[in-house]
Protein backbone atom coordinates (compact mmCIF):
# COMPACT_ATOMS: atom_id res chain seq x y z
CA UNK A 1 0.00 0.00 0.00
CA UNK A 2 1.47 3.71 -1.02
CA UNK A 3 0.30 6.16 0.94
CA UNK A 4 0.34 9.90 -0.45
CA UNK A 5 2.31 12.25 1.91
CA UNK A 6 2.37 16.15 2.19
CA UNK A 7 5.50 17.46 2.69
CA UNK A 8 5.98 20.92 4.34
CA UNK A 9 9.16 22.47 5.78
CA UNK A 10 10.17 20.39 8.30
CA UNK A 11 7.23 17.83 7.73
CA UNK A 12 6.09 14.76 6.29
CA UNK A 13 2.65 13.38 7.18
CA UNK A 14 -0.14 12.12 5.74
CA UNK A 15 -2.63 15.03 6.57
CA UNK A 16 -2.09 18.29 7.98
CA UNK A 17 -6.00 18.76 7.70
CA UNK A 18 -6.49 16.27 10.61
CA UNK A 19 -4.89 18.68 12.96
CA UNK A 20 -8.11 19.54 14.38
CA UNK A 21 -9.00 15.61 15.13
CA UNK A 22 -5.41 15.62 16.51
CA UNK A 23 -5.52 18.46 19.00
CA UNK A 24 -8.80 17.23 20.85
CA UNK A 25 -7.15 13.54 21.13
CA UNK A 26 -4.01 15.19 23.24
CA UNK A 27 -6.27 17.36 25.16
CA UNK A 28 -7.71 13.98 25.82
CA UNK A 29 -4.38 12.86 26.37
CA UNK A 30 -3.54 15.50 28.48
CA UNK A 31 -6.20 14.94 31.27
CA UNK A 32 -4.84 11.62 31.61
CA UNK A 33 -1.32 12.18 32.44
CA UNK A 34 -1.08 14.21 35.15
CA UNK A 35 2.87 13.22 35.87
CA UNK A 36 3.99 14.89 32.67
CA UNK A 37 1.50 18.08 33.31
CA UNK A 38 3.76 18.61 36.13
CA UNK A 39 6.89 18.60 34.65
CA UNK A 40 5.36 20.49 31.69
CA UNK A 41 4.44 23.47 33.84
CA UNK A 42 7.54 23.13 35.64
CA UNK A 43 9.63 23.35 32.23
CA UNK A 44 7.93 26.36 31.12
CA UNK A 45 9.09 28.54 34.31
CA UNK A 46 12.34 27.08 34.19
CA UNK A 47 13.20 26.86 30.33
CA UNK A 48 16.05 23.48 31.04
CA UNK A 49 16.10 22.58 27.53
CA UNK A 50 16.37 25.92 25.87
CA UNK A 51 17.77 25.21 22.70
CA UNK A 52 18.91 22.03 22.52
CA UNK A 53 17.66 20.03 19.33
CA UNK A 54 15.90 16.61 20.30
CA UNK A 55 16.23 13.36 17.46
CA UNK A 56 12.99 11.42 18.82
CA UNK A 57 12.46 8.02 16.93
CA UNK A 58 9.30 6.99 18.74
CA UNK A 59 6.12 5.26 18.22
CA UNK A 60 3.74 8.75 17.22
CA UNK A 61 0.75 8.55 19.26
CA UNK A 62 -0.89 10.89 21.23
CA UNK A 63 1.05 10.32 24.27
CA UNK A 64 3.64 10.60 22.84
CA UNK A 65 2.55 14.50 21.76
CA UNK A 66 2.54 14.85 25.50
CA UNK A 67 6.45 14.36 26.23
CA UNK A 68 6.81 16.48 22.93
CA UNK A 69 4.58 18.89 24.71
CA UNK A 70 6.57 19.26 27.42
CA UNK A 71 9.80 19.14 25.78
CA UNK A 72 8.75 22.07 24.05
CA UNK A 73 7.56 24.00 27.04
CA UNK A 74 10.92 23.28 28.19
CA UNK A 75 12.73 25.73 24.96
CA UNK A 76 13.62 22.24 23.07
CA UNK A 77 12.97 21.98 19.29
CA UNK A 78 12.04 18.54 18.08
CA UNK A 79 12.65 16.38 15.24
CA UNK A 80 10.32 13.40 15.60
CA UNK A 81 9.79 10.40 13.37
CA UNK A 82 7.84 6.87 13.82
CA UNK A 83 9.31 3.84 15.41
CA UNK A 84 7.57 1.49 13.37
CA UNK A 85 5.93 1.85 10.33
CA UNK A 86 2.29 1.25 11.51
CA UNK A 87 2.19 2.78 14.81
CA UNK A 88 1.52 6.25 13.76
CA UNK A 89 -1.59 8.36 14.74
CA UNK A 90 -2.38 10.38 11.59
CA UNK A 91 -4.41 12.96 13.68
CA UNK A 92 -1.77 13.17 15.79
CA UNK A 93 1.03 14.43 13.21
CA UNK A 94 -0.86 16.69 11.56
CA UNK A 95 -1.78 18.47 15.78
CA UNK A 96 1.97 18.15 16.72
CA UNK A 97 3.00 19.89 13.02
CA UNK A 98 0.79 22.66 14.01
CA UNK A 99 2.55 23.06 17.73
CA UNK A 100 6.35 23.41 15.13
CA UNK A 101 7.63 19.81 16.30
CA UNK A 102 9.05 18.43 13.05
CA UNK A 103 7.43 15.39 12.15
CA UNK A 104 8.15 12.69 9.95
CA UNK A 105 5.73 9.45 9.51
CA UNK A 106 2.54 8.60 8.94
CA UNK A 107 1.01 5.37 9.32
CA UNK A 108 1.54 2.53 6.50
CA UNK A 109 4.82 3.58 5.65
CA UNK A 110 6.76 1.77 3.05
CA UNK A 111 10.56 0.87 4.33
CA UNK A 112 12.19 3.50 2.05
CA UNK A 113 9.51 6.46 3.27
CA UNK A 114 10.33 4.65 7.15
CA UNK A 115 14.64 5.28 6.81
CA UNK A 116 13.79 8.36 4.81
CA UNK A 117 12.22 9.73 8.31
CA UNK A 118 14.76 8.43 10.51
CA UNK A 119 17.26 10.42 8.13
CA UNK A 120 15.40 13.81 8.41
CA UNK A 121 15.91 13.20 12.18
CA UNK A 122 19.76 12.78 11.71
CA UNK A 123 20.67 15.61 9.33
CA UNK A 124 18.51 17.85 12.36
CA UNK A 125 22.07 17.27 14.08
CA UNK A 126 20.42 16.55 17.64
CA UNK A 127 22.12 17.34 20.90
CA UNK A 128 20.18 14.39 22.33
CA UNK A 129 18.53 11.42 20.49
CA UNK A 130 15.68 9.05 22.37
CA UNK A 131 15.26 5.93 20.51
CA UNK A 132 12.34 3.53 20.56
CA UNK A 133 14.50 0.39 19.46
CA UNK A 134 17.76 1.98 18.45
CA UNK A 135 17.09 2.64 15.16
CA UNK A 136 18.33 6.58 15.21
CA UNK A 137 21.51 5.29 17.06
CA UNK A 138 21.98 2.62 14.84
CA UNK A 139 21.84 4.06 11.67
CA UNK A 140 24.42 7.23 13.36
CA UNK A 141 26.79 4.59 14.30
CA UNK A 142 26.84 2.61 10.76
CA UNK A 143 27.94 6.55 8.73
CA UNK A 144 30.73 7.07 11.31
CA UNK A 145 31.61 3.66 10.70
CA UNK A 146 31.05 4.28 7.07
CA UNK A 147 29.48 1.00 6.56
CA UNK A 148 26.92 0.79 3.90
CA UNK A 149 23.47 -1.16 3.56
CA UNK A 150 20.37 -0.05 1.78
CA UNK A 151 18.71 1.58 5.16
CA UNK A 152 21.94 3.56 5.23
CA UNK A 153 21.54 5.07 1.75
CA UNK A 154 18.34 6.17 2.11
CA UNK A 155 19.49 8.32 4.76
CA UNK A 156 22.80 9.48 2.83
CA UNK A 157 20.30 10.62 -0.28
CA UNK A 158 19.00 13.22 2.50
CA UNK A 159 22.57 14.07 4.25
CA UNK A 160 25.00 13.66 1.61
CA UNK A 161 28.41 11.96 2.36
CA UNK A 162 28.47 13.89 6.16
CA UNK A 163 29.46 10.79 8.44
CA UNK A 164 30.36 13.14 11.54
CA UNK A 165 26.76 14.04 13.02
CA UNK A 166 27.51 11.90 15.93
CA UNK A 167 29.73 13.98 17.14
CA UNK A 168 27.45 16.60 17.95
CA UNK A 169 24.93 14.19 20.22
CA UNK A 170 25.46 14.73 23.60
CA UNK A 171 23.20 11.35 24.78
CA UNK A 172 20.39 9.83 24.16
CA UNK A 173 17.44 7.84 25.56
CA UNK A 174 16.17 4.59 24.93
CA UNK A 175 12.58 3.41 25.30
CA UNK A 176 12.15 -0.57 25.10
CA UNK A 177 13.99 -3.88 26.18
CA UNK A 178 15.17 -4.84 22.61
CA UNK A 179 16.55 -1.15 22.20
CA UNK A 180 18.69 -1.80 25.39
CA UNK A 181 19.83 -5.18 24.66
CA UNK A 182 20.78 -3.99 21.39
CA UNK A 183 22.78 -0.78 22.69
CA UNK A 184 24.31 -2.59 25.66
CA UNK A 185 25.82 -5.52 22.88
CA UNK A 186 27.17 -2.18 21.22
CA UNK A 187 28.77 -0.92 24.68
CA UNK A 188 30.20 -4.38 25.27
CA UNK A 189 32.05 -4.74 21.78
CA UNK A 190 33.34 -0.72 22.30
CA UNK A 191 31.00 0.10 19.46
CA UNK A 192 28.88 2.43 21.42
CA UNK A 193 30.41 5.83 20.63
CA UNK A 194 28.06 7.95 23.34
CA UNK A 195 26.35 7.63 26.40
CA UNK A 196 22.30 6.53 26.51
CA UNK A 197 20.27 6.69 30.06
CA UNK A 198 18.42 2.93 29.62
CA UNK A 199 14.99 4.50 30.33
CA UNK A 200 13.25 0.82 29.80
CA UNK A 201 15.42 -0.36 32.69
CA UNK A 202 13.55 2.11 35.35
CA UNK A 203 11.26 0.67 37.59
CA UNK A 204 8.69 3.18 36.36
CA UNK A 205 9.09 2.21 32.85
CA UNK A 206 9.57 -1.81 33.12
CA UNK A 207 7.13 -2.41 36.05
CA UNK A 208 4.25 -1.05 34.68
CA UNK A 209 4.89 0.10 30.91
CA UNK A 210 6.16 -3.51 30.28
CA UNK A 211 3.49 -5.45 32.48
CA UNK A 212 0.32 -3.44 32.53
CA UNK A 213 0.51 -1.44 29.02
CA UNK A 214 1.72 -4.18 26.55
CA UNK A 215 -0.46 -6.41 28.57
CA UNK A 216 -3.65 -4.94 27.94
CA UNK A 217 -3.05 -3.11 24.67
CA UNK A 218 -1.84 -5.71 22.70
CA UNK A 219 -4.58 -8.11 23.74
CA UNK A 220 -6.51 -4.40 22.23
CA UNK A 221 -4.82 -5.29 19.39
CA UNK A 222 -5.96 -8.53 18.48
CA UNK A 223 -9.55 -7.66 19.55
CA UNK A 224 -9.63 -4.87 17.38
CA UNK A 225 -7.96 -6.82 14.22
CA UNK A 226 -10.02 -10.08 14.45
CA UNK A 227 -13.69 -8.73 16.95
CA UNK A 228 -12.82 -11.85 18.25
CA UNK A 229 -13.87 -13.50 21.56
CA UNK A 230 -11.03 -14.24 24.27
CA UNK A 231 -13.26 -16.38 26.43
CA UNK A 232 -13.40 -19.97 25.07
CA UNK A 233 -10.15 -19.77 23.77
CA UNK A 234 -6.75 -22.02 23.58
CA UNK A 235 -4.41 -18.64 23.98
CA UNK A 236 -0.83 -18.93 24.14
CA UNK A 237 2.08 -16.77 25.22
CA UNK A 238 5.73 -17.11 23.52
CA UNK A 239 8.23 -15.06 26.74
CA UNK A 240 6.91 -14.61 29.99
CA UNK A 241 9.44 -11.90 30.89
CA UNK A 242 7.83 -8.72 31.61
CA UNK A 243 5.38 -8.38 28.67
CA UNK A 244 4.04 -12.01 28.30
CA UNK A 245 3.21 -11.69 32.22
CA UNK A 246 1.04 -8.67 31.17
CA UNK A 247 -0.78 -10.69 28.63
CA UNK A 248 -0.88 -13.83 29.76
CA UNK A 249 -2.79 -12.66 33.04
CA UNK A 250 -4.96 -10.59 31.13
CA UNK A 251 -5.76 -13.21 28.88
CA UNK A 252 -6.51 -15.44 32.17
CA UNK A 253 -8.44 -12.83 33.67
CA UNK A 254 -10.74 -12.54 29.97
CA UNK A 255 -12.15 -16.25 30.20
CA UNK A 256 -9.32 -17.75 27.75
CA UNK A 257 -9.88 -21.68 28.71
CA UNK A 258 -6.23 -22.35 28.36
CA UNK A 259 -3.28 -20.07 28.75
CA UNK A 260 0.09 -21.67 27.76
CA UNK A 261 3.32 -20.11 27.73
CA UNK A 262 6.35 -20.79 26.19
CA UNK A 263 9.59 -20.38 27.80
CA UNK A 264 13.63 -20.79 27.07
CA UNK A 265 14.40 -19.75 30.51
CA UNK A 266 13.42 -22.15 33.43
CA UNK A 267 12.90 -18.76 35.99
CA UNK A 268 10.42 -17.33 33.86
CA UNK A 269 8.71 -20.55 33.17
CA UNK A 270 8.98 -21.15 36.75
CA UNK A 271 7.12 -17.86 37.73
CA UNK A 272 4.55 -18.76 34.84
CA UNK A 273 3.83 -22.47 36.58
CA UNK A 274 3.24 -20.74 40.42
CA UNK A 275 1.21 -18.10 38.96
CA UNK A 276 -1.00 -20.64 37.53
CA UNK A 277 -0.06 -20.75 34.12
CA UNK A 278 0.46 -24.04 31.43
CA UNK A 279 4.34 -23.32 30.15
CA UNK A 280 4.99 -25.94 27.69
CA UNK A 281 7.62 -25.90 24.25
CA UNK A 282 6.08 -24.07 21.17
CA UNK A 283 5.67 -27.41 18.76
CA UNK A 284 3.09 -29.15 21.63
CA UNK A 285 1.47 -25.51 22.03
CA UNK A 286 1.11 -24.49 18.55
CA UNK A 287 -0.75 -27.71 17.78
CA UNK A 288 -3.38 -26.59 20.17
CA UNK A 289 -3.67 -22.77 20.09
CA UNK A 290 -6.58 -20.38 19.01
CA UNK A 291 -4.36 -17.43 19.40
CA UNK A 292 -0.73 -16.81 19.70
CA UNK A 293 1.27 -13.90 20.21
CA UNK A 294 4.99 -13.35 20.81
CA UNK A 295 6.73 -11.34 23.26
CA UNK A 296 9.92 -11.93 23.36
CA UNK A 297 12.61 -10.09 21.48
CA UNK A 298 13.93 -13.13 19.78
CA UNK A 299 14.15 -14.37 16.25
CA UNK A 300 12.05 -17.09 14.74
CA UNK A 301 10.01 -17.92 17.76
CA UNK A 302 7.16 -19.49 15.62
CA UNK A 303 8.56 -20.67 11.96
CA UNK A 304 7.96 -23.63 9.38
CA UNK A 305 7.05 -26.55 11.73
CA UNK A 306 4.99 -24.67 14.33
CA UNK A 307 3.19 -23.45 11.05
CA UNK A 308 2.66 -27.24 9.86
CA UNK A 309 1.02 -28.23 12.93
CA UNK A 310 -1.25 -25.39 13.44
CA UNK A 311 -4.97 -25.78 13.56
CA UNK A 312 -7.18 -24.28 10.57
CA UNK A 313 -8.30 -20.76 11.73
CA UNK A 314 -5.38 -19.81 14.19
CA UNK A 315 -4.62 -16.20 14.88
CA UNK A 316 -1.05 -15.46 15.22
CA UNK A 317 0.16 -12.15 16.31
CA UNK A 318 3.65 -10.28 17.54
CA UNK A 319 3.78 -7.54 20.19
CA UNK A 320 7.74 -7.95 20.50
CA UNK A 321 9.86 -4.91 19.00
CA UNK A 322 10.82 -5.89 15.98
CA UNK A 323 8.68 -8.06 12.99
CA UNK A 324 11.44 -11.21 13.02
CA UNK A 325 9.75 -12.86 16.21
CA UNK A 326 7.56 -14.69 13.56
CA UNK A 327 9.44 -16.29 10.11
CA UNK A 328 6.96 -14.37 8.10
CA UNK A 329 8.74 -15.99 5.02
CA UNK A 330 8.45 -19.26 5.86
CA UNK A 331 4.60 -18.58 6.20
CA UNK A 332 5.10 -17.16 2.63
CA UNK A 333 6.69 -20.46 1.50
CA UNK A 334 3.72 -22.72 3.16
CA UNK A 335 0.86 -20.70 1.52
CA UNK A 336 -0.72 -21.34 -1.55
CA UNK A 337 -2.80 -18.45 -1.56
CA UNK A 338 -3.15 -15.23 0.73
CA UNK A 339 -6.25 -13.42 1.35
CA UNK A 340 -5.96 -9.66 3.45
CA UNK A 341 -9.27 -10.52 5.18
CA UNK A 342 -9.53 -7.78 7.31
CA UNK A 343 -7.39 -4.36 7.37
CA UNK A 344 -5.24 -6.03 10.29
CA UNK A 345 -5.95 -9.48 9.08
CA UNK A 346 -3.69 -11.23 6.45
CA UNK A 347 -5.38 -15.07 5.72
CA UNK A 348 -2.58 -17.55 4.81
CA UNK A 349 -4.18 -21.10 2.78
CA UNK A 350 -1.67 -23.67 3.63
CA UNK A 351 -1.97 -26.42 0.77
CA UNK A 352 -4.21 -28.99 2.65
CA UNK A 353 -6.74 -25.91 3.16
CA UNK A 354 -6.24 -24.20 6.79
CA UNK A 355 -6.43 -21.33 7.39
CA UNK A 356 -3.84 -19.39 9.43
CA UNK A 357 -4.15 -15.80 10.13
CA UNK A 358 -1.49 -12.90 10.65
CA UNK A 359 -1.91 -10.27 12.55
CA UNK A 360 -0.70 -6.78 11.44
CA UNK A 361 2.29 -8.00 9.49
CA UNK A 362 3.68 -9.34 12.26
CA UNK A 363 4.76 -6.11 13.91
CA UNK A 364 3.96 -5.07 17.64
CA UNK A 365 0.17 -5.59 17.21
CA UNK A 366 -0.89 -3.06 20.05
CA UNK A 367 0.25 -0.48 18.10
CA UNK A 368 -0.61 -1.83 14.85
CA UNK A 369 -4.22 -2.33 15.51
CA UNK A 370 -4.61 -0.75 19.03
CA UNK A 371 -3.39 2.68 20.14
CA UNK A 372 -0.75 1.56 22.07
CA UNK A 373 -0.38 1.81 26.11
CA UNK A 374 -3.09 4.14 27.53
CA UNK A 375 -1.57 7.37 28.66
CA UNK A 376 -2.17 6.96 32.25
CA UNK A 377 0.93 4.26 31.64
CA UNK A 378 2.90 6.20 29.50
CA UNK A 379 2.29 9.36 32.05
CA UNK A 380 5.14 7.38 34.17
CA UNK A 381 7.17 5.85 31.08
CA UNK A 382 7.33 10.09 29.16
CA UNK A 383 7.81 11.44 32.78
CA UNK A 384 11.19 9.26 32.63
CA UNK A 385 12.06 10.29 28.95
CA UNK A 386 11.33 14.21 30.03
CA UNK A 387 13.86 14.16 32.96
CA UNK A 388 15.85 11.91 31.33
CA UNK A 389 16.59 14.64 28.54
CA UNK A 390 16.72 17.14 31.63
CA UNK A 391 19.52 15.07 33.17
CA UNK A 392 21.37 14.73 29.73
CA UNK A 393 21.26 18.70 29.29
CA UNK A 394 22.74 19.33 33.03
CA UNK A 395 25.00 16.40 33.05
CA UNK A 396 26.57 16.12 30.05
CA UNK A 397 29.75 16.74 31.13
CA UNK A 398 29.86 13.79 33.90
CA UNK A 399 28.40 11.43 31.15
CA UNK A 400 30.70 12.03 28.57
CA UNK A 401 33.48 11.41 31.50
CA UNK A 402 31.80 8.70 32.05
CA UNK A 403 32.21 7.20 28.58
CA UNK A 404 29.96 5.64 26.36
CA UNK A 405 28.11 3.19 28.71
CA UNK A 406 24.63 2.36 28.69
CA UNK A 407 23.42 4.39 31.82
CA UNK A 408 20.65 3.96 34.29
CA UNK A 409 18.60 6.92 35.25
CA UNK A 410 19.37 7.77 38.59
CA UNK A 411 17.15 6.16 41.21
CA UNK A 412 15.94 9.79 42.77
CA UNK A 413 14.36 10.78 39.39
CA UNK A 414 12.45 7.23 39.27
CA UNK A 415 11.11 7.67 42.88
CA UNK A 416 10.20 11.17 42.45
CA UNK A 417 8.26 10.16 39.03
CA UNK A 418 6.18 7.19 41.39
CA UNK A 419 5.75 9.58 44.28
CA UNK A 420 4.18 11.87 41.59
CA UNK A 421 1.99 9.32 39.94
CA UNK A 422 0.71 8.21 43.51
CA UNK A 423 -0.04 11.60 44.44
CA UNK A 424 -1.96 12.25 41.19
CA UNK A 425 -4.00 9.03 42.15
CA UNK A 426 -4.83 10.03 45.22
CA UNK A 427 -2.73 6.64 46.98
CA UNK A 428 -1.83 7.70 50.47
CA UNK A 429 1.51 6.18 51.63
CA UNK A 430 2.55 5.32 55.18
CA UNK A 431 5.36 7.30 56.70
CA UNK A 432 8.41 5.11 58.66
CA UNK A 433 8.40 6.57 62.36
CA UNK A 434 11.97 7.75 63.72
CA UNK A 435 12.06 4.16 65.04
CA UNK A 436 11.14 2.29 62.03
CA UNK A 437 13.88 4.02 60.33
CA UNK A 438 16.27 3.39 62.99
CA UNK A 439 15.37 -0.09 63.16
CA UNK A 440 15.39 -0.60 59.27
CA UNK A 441 19.34 0.74 59.54
CA UNK A 442 20.07 -1.57 62.09
CA UNK A 443 21.86 -4.75 62.17
CA UNK A 444 22.37 -4.17 66.15
CA UNK A 445 18.65 -4.97 66.85
CA UNK A 446 17.20 -8.86 66.12
CA UNK A 447 16.19 -11.78 67.55
P1 LIG B 1 11.92 -9.60 28.88
O1 LIG B 1 13.37 -9.78 28.68
O2 LIG B 1 11.37 -9.20 30.22
O3 LIG B 1 11.12 -10.95 28.46
C1 LIG B 1 11.38 -11.71 27.32
C2 LIG B 1 11.11 -13.18 27.69
O4 LIG B 1 11.11 -13.95 26.50
C3 LIG B 1 12.20 -13.74 28.61
O5 LIG B 1 11.59 -14.37 29.73
C4 LIG B 1 12.91 -14.74 27.72
O6 LIG B 1 13.40 -15.87 28.44
C5 LIG B 1 11.80 -15.16 26.75
N1 LIG B 1 12.30 -15.69 25.48
C6 LIG B 1 13.35 -15.26 24.75
N2 LIG B 1 13.48 -15.99 23.62
C7 LIG B 1 12.47 -16.89 23.64
C8 LIG B 1 12.04 -17.91 22.76
N3 LIG B 1 12.71 -18.18 21.63
N4 LIG B 1 10.94 -18.64 23.09
C9 LIG B 1 10.25 -18.41 24.24
N5 LIG B 1 10.62 -17.44 25.11
C10 LIG B 1 11.70 -16.70 24.83
O7 LIG B 1 11.46 -8.55 27.77
P2 LIG B 1 10.11 -7.67 27.74
O8 LIG B 1 10.35 -6.39 28.44
O9 LIG B 1 8.98 -8.53 28.12
O10 LIG B 1 10.07 -7.31 26.18
C11 LIG B 1 9.78 -8.29 25.20
C12 LIG B 1 9.73 -7.62 23.83
O11 LIG B 1 8.62 -6.71 23.80
C13 LIG B 1 10.95 -6.77 23.48
O12 LIG B 1 11.17 -6.86 22.10
C14 LIG B 1 10.51 -5.37 23.85
O13 LIG B 1 11.27 -4.38 23.20
C15 LIG B 1 9.08 -5.40 23.43
N6 LIG B 1 8.19 -4.44 24.03
C16 LIG B 1 7.06 -4.17 23.32
C17 LIG B 1 6.15 -3.26 23.80
C18 LIG B 1 4.93 -2.98 23.01
O14 LIG B 1 4.38 -1.90 23.18
N7 LIG B 1 4.47 -3.89 22.19
C19 LIG B 1 6.38 -2.53 25.07
C20 LIG B 1 7.56 -2.95 25.78
C21 LIG B 1 8.43 -3.87 25.27
Known amino acids: MTIQTVKGENYEIKDPSLKDEGLKTMQWAASRMPVLKLIKDRFTKEKPLDGVRIGA ?3 VTKETSQLCEAWLAGGAEIYLCASNPLSTQDDITAALVSKGVHVFGWKFMDSEG ?3 AIGQVIKSRPHITVDDGADV ?9 GETDEEVEIVRKLIGEESDIIDGVWAGAEETTTGIIRLQAMADDGALLYPIMATNSSPCKNMFDNVYGTGQSSI ?3 IRATADLIASKVFVVAGYGQCGRGIATRAKGMGARRVIVTEIEPHAALQAVMDGIEVMSMIE ?3 IADIIITATGCKHVIRKEHFEVMKDGVTVSNTGHFNVEINIPDLEQLATDKIQIRTFVEQFIMKDGRKINLLGEGRLINLAAAEGHPCEIMDLSFALQALATEYIVKHK ?14 EEIDTNVAYLKCKAMGIKLDILTPEQEKYLSSWRVGT
Open 220 to 222: DGI
Open 114 to 116: YYR
Open 137 to 145: VSILHKLKR
Open 57 to 59: CLH
Open 285 to 287: AAK
Open 397 to 410: KELSDLGSKVVQIP
